[in-house]
Structure formats: structure tokens, C-alpha cells
């Protein structure tokens, strides 16, 4: 027998996840209901919260991502009631879900927002570390954590691309920034006991970039000296008392790479990278990707799945079951995107498609047509890297474009760094690194696919004042 459906207007608007998506969906149906009450259902005692919202062009836009307690969204949103419980099962058919405190909450329309997990490389060693965003969000909170571990250290990093950032630069734009990197820093203030720390990273999406950005960042405060090993992965973690036993051997931290020397110095743990070498260390950061956070709603749900694990989306932000909805870093976008998008896990994203998904789940419910928002018209990111202001546009990395596009530079060492992409004369894409001001002119240049043809180098002129030239 068919389980009952409850009528349309039977239960509430029910949001799971008190992360940027989440939140900011939950915040957008409160305004537009202000009648009803807005269930938010989140597995964590703190909240996301938006705050120093800047819009800085059209789609560009810049906030900041606090952590509050849930009483305070509740005080700015009265109509707004924070559950703080993991949901374990959803009954789409019943259109119920059910929480870990054993209560079961009847929607009419739900939003999924549960974000996605970090893959740790290995799992319950207690010497390898994921960090969350927030921790590294801001340098300062993740001082609070390790600033005592950090200064001071040796830090030998390992990836898998040739360069850091792969995904979000190209060789010239990682050169630009990391020659900062390369540079040797001073002594820290305060010597601390000697520490060494392993990270690695594999580059997939933009979520991994973040997090290597930051750890990068602090690296930079605080280590004075750092080891890049390119091109490997992990291959083996061994603890103290296992790699005693082995009796393998491992390298000192490469003080010059053309003489690596044998360690004497016993370390907790130890590293076996793919390219045969072997480093002691204090602890390891892992930062390998995330994966989509479905497991605890597709139990008996015919849910459409993205490759990368997420919940497929359509345009409204719909999945494949009546009335769920999804946002953020659990969902895949699935529509057919915009030349010049594309879906990176970040807060942007999980703020923009919180907001929208509230508009198409209002729209359906109260029969109203809704069209997609532009900010998925055109991809736009702005962030910090060692201090430089970084926008990305568009296919900013040429990504998906083939082999017929083309690429301008501009660059004045230590001052900016330009990139734009070009493809039959139309610009695709952007990298713009420092105080260009140019991410105006551009953004309206990739969203408006002017044949730009005839203006040629004239477009990356120092001389000639572009945003005049286009107004
Ligand atoms: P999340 O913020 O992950 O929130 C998910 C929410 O769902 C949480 O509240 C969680 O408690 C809840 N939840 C999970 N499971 C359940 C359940 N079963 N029941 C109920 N609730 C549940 N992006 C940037 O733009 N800039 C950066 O600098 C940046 N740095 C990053 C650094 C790191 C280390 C990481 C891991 C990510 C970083 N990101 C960054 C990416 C950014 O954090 C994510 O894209 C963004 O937080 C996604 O928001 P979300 O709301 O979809 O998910």
C-alpha cells in the first residue's frame, strides 16, 4: 500500500544544516513567511552566520562567516526555531524526517543543507588532523589552536600537482604568490621546542584550494621554514613503535634539497610519501577534499546522485524527490550552467543557493514562477592570498574550454597580477591578484561576451584606462 501523502499545506518549512546555506535559507523564508514558524535542524550547537556583507559589483560579493550561538538567530528571527539535533532518517514519502533526540518532524517543504565532510587520508590515527573552515578561516582563531605548536616549526608539504593551487592558478599566478613563500623568514619571536608538521593535499575543487590557502597562510606567520615534496601522495603512516620495528630510515627536514641526511631523532609519527621518502613528524594535516554529507538522508530515498556524491539540483535547487529541496556543499548543480559558472564548494555558493533555494521553495508553495538567479550567471570570487586581494571570474582557469582559447598577462612583481582568458575574441574568464580594480570592467566584459576582438593588447595596456574605455 502507497504510504499517505500529507496534504500540501500539512507541516512546516523545514530546513536541516546550520551552516551558510542552511542558515541563509532559513533567514530568507523567515522574511518571506513572517507568519509561520521556520524549522532549523542542525547537528551542531553553533550557527553560521553571514556578517559584513559587502556587495562589491554586481555578482561579486564579500562577507565575513561567524560562528554564534542558535539563541541569537532565534532573537533576530523570532519566527525562526533552532532544533539542535542530527536528523538520521528522512521518510520522503511520509515527508518526515527524524532526529537523533527520537522526534519526528513533519515538512512541506524541506531544504537539505548538511554540507559536506573532509576525507581525512586516515582514519582514528590521533596524529592526523582535518581542521574546519572556520578554524582557518581566520588566521587568528586557528593561532589559538596551534599558534604554540606552529612558531617555530619545520613544515614539509606534500601534494600531488606540481604547483600549489593548481586548480586555482596557473604556474605564473602560484609563482606571483609564492615566491612570498620561498622566501626565507625571519626567526620567530619565541623559539619554541623544536616541531615539524606534515600537510597534504590533493587538489580537487575550490573547497581544497581554501584550505590549503590557509594552512599556507599560517605556515607563513608562524614556520620559518617550509618543504615543498611535489608531484606524490601519502603511501604509508606508521606510528613510533611500527617504523622502530621496520627499522626504514628516514630524511631530516631538507635544509638544502641536493644533501637530504638520515634523522637520528625519533618523531610520533611518520610519513612514506610515493616518491620513497620518509619524514618524522609531530603531527599531520590532512586536507584531501570532502565529500558530500548524504549519507544520513538517502536510506530508502531514490535520490538522483551528482558523480561527485552530492544531491543533484535543477534549476529551482530541487532534487529528485517531490518537495526536498537542497543547498551548499551537499548538493550538485545539475542544470545546464551558464558558460562562465561553475559549481565550486565555497561560501558564496552556499550562501547564494541558501537564498535562492528559500525563493523557489516560497515560489512553489504560494504557485508563483521564479527565474534563476543571476549570480549563477557568471562565476565570481573574491578572497585574500598572503594579503593580496584575489578575484576569480568566470573560467578564470580556462577549465572545460579546449585547446582554442587564448591568455593575456600583465604583471608587475610584488604589485598585481592579471589573467584574462580569451576565446574567439570573446574574454571568458579572469584572475586578477592585488588592487587591479578591474573586476567591474571585467565582469561585465564575460557577462556581456563582447566581441573584443579589435582592441587586442590594448585590453591589458597599463596605459589606457580600460573601465573608460568600456563605459
Ligand atoms: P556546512 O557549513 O558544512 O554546514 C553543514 C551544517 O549541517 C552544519 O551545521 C552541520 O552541523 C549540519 N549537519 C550535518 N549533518 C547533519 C545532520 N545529519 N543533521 C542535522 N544537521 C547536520 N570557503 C570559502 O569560501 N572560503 C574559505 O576560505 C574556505 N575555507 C575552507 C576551509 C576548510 C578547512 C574547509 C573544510 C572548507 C572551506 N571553505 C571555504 C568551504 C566552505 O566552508 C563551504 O563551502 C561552506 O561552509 C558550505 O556551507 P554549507 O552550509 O553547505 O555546509
Redesign the pocket.
Known amino acids: 500500500m502507497e504510504a499517505a501523502r500529507p496534504p500540501a499545506n500539512a507541516g512546516k518549512f523545514v530546513v536541516?544544516?546550520?551552516?551558510?546555506?542552511?542558515?541563509?535559507c532559513a533567514e530568507q523564508l523567515a522574511t518571506q513567511f513572517p507568519s509561520e514558524d521556520i524549522l532549523l535542524?542542525?547537528?551542531?550547537p553553533?550557527?553560521?552566520a553571514v556578517t559584513n556583507f559587502k556587495q562589491i559589483s554586481k555578482i561579486l560579493e564579500e562577507f565575513d562567516?561567524e560562528e554564534q550561538s542558535s539563541t541569537m538567530l532565534e532573537k533576530r528571527f523570532p519566527n525562526i526555531k533552532v532544533i539542535e539535533?542530527?536528523?538520521?532518517q528522512l521518510k520522503s514519502e511520509e515527508h518526515c524526517i527524524v532526529?537523533?533526540d527520537g522526534n519526528q518532524h513533519v515538512y512541506k517543504k524541506l531544504c537539505l543543507?548538511?554540507?559536506?565532510k573532509?576525507k581525512l587520508i586516515c582514519e582514528g590515527n590521533p596524529y592526523v588532523l582535518?581542521?574546519?573552515?572556520?578554524?582557518?578561516?581566520q588566521v587568528t582563531n586557528f593561532n589559538i589552536v596551534f599558534r604554540y605548536e606552529i612558531e617555530g616549526c619545520e613544515v614539509i608539504w606534500a601534494i600531488k600537482d606540481k604547483a600549489i593551487g593548481n586548480t586555482f592558478f596557473d604556474a605564473g599566478a602560484a609563482e606571483f604568490l609564492t615566491s612570498k613563500l620561498i622566501a626565507e623568514k625571519p626567526e620567530a619571536k619565541i623559539a619554541q621546542k623544536r616541531t615539524r608538521y606534515t600537510t597534504e593535499g590533493k587538489h580537487r575543487k575550490?573547497?581544497q584550494e581554501?584550505?590549503i590557502?590557509?594552512i599556507l597562510e599560517i605556515v607563513i606567520w608562524f614556520s620559518h621554514k617550509i618543504h615543498l615534496e611535489t608531484m606524490c601522495e601519502v603511501k604509508k603512516i606508521y606510528l613510533q613503535d611500527e617504523f622502530r620495528i621496520l627499522k626504514k630510515k628516514s630524511f631530516t627536514f631538507p635544509r638544502d634539497p641536493k644533501s637530504v641526511t638520515t634523522d637520528t631523532e625519533m618523531w610520533p609519527v611518520y610519513v612514506e610519501l610515493t616518491n620513497e621518502k620518509i619524514y618524522g613528524c609531530d603531527f599531520i594535516v590532512s586536507?584531501t577534499g570532502?565529500t558530500p554529507?548524504v549519507?544520513?538522508?538517502i536510506h530508502g530515498n531514490s535520490f538522483n546522485l551528482g558523480e561527485d556524491g552530492g544531491l543533484k539540483v535543477d534549476d529551482h535547487m530541487h532534487t529528485s524527490l517531490p518537495d526536498v529541496y537542497a543547498?551548499?556543499?551537499?548538493c550538485t548543480a545539475s542544470w545546464q550552467l551558464s558558460p562562465v559558472w561553475q559549481q565550486m564548494?565555497?561560501?558564496?555558493?552556499?550562501r547564494q543557493?541558501?537564498w535562492y533555494a528559500a525563493k523557489c521553495m516560497a515560489a512553489a508553495s504560494l504557485g508563483d514562477s521564479i527565474d534563476m538567479d543571476f549570480s549563477f550567471e557568471l562565476f565570481a570570487?573574491v578572497?585574500k592570498f598572503f594579503n593580496y586581494k584575489v578575484v576569480l571570474l568566470g573560467k578564470y582557469n580556462a577549465q572545460g574550454l579546449g585547446s582554442d582559447h587564448e591568455l593575456m598577462l600583465r604583471c608587475t612583481k610584488g604589485q598585481e597580477y592579471i589573467k584574462v582568458v580569451m576565446q574567439n575574441g570573446r574574454m571568458m574568464g579572469a584572475v586578477l591578484i592585488g588592487e587591479t580594480d578591474l573586476e567591474e570592467t571585467f565582469e561585465n566584459l564575460i557577462l556581456n561576451q563582447m566581441n573584443l576582438s579589435s582592441y587586442g593588447e590594448d585590453l591589458l595596456d597599463p596605459n589606457i584606462d580600460i573601465e573608460d574605455y568600456f563605459d
Open positions: 536541516v544544516g546550520g551552516g551558510i546555506a542552511g542558515v541563509t535542524i542542525t547537528a551542531s553553533v550557527i553560521k562567516v539535533s542530527g536528523v538520521k532526529t537523533e543543507c548538511a554540507g559536506a573532509p582535518g581542521i574546519r573552515d572556520t578554524d582557518s578561516a575550490g573547497l581554501n584550505l590557502k590557509q586536507a570532502v554529507n549519507e544520513p538522508f543547498a551548499g556543499d551537499i564548494r565555497l561560501w558564496t555558493q552556499a543557493m541558501g570570487h578572497t
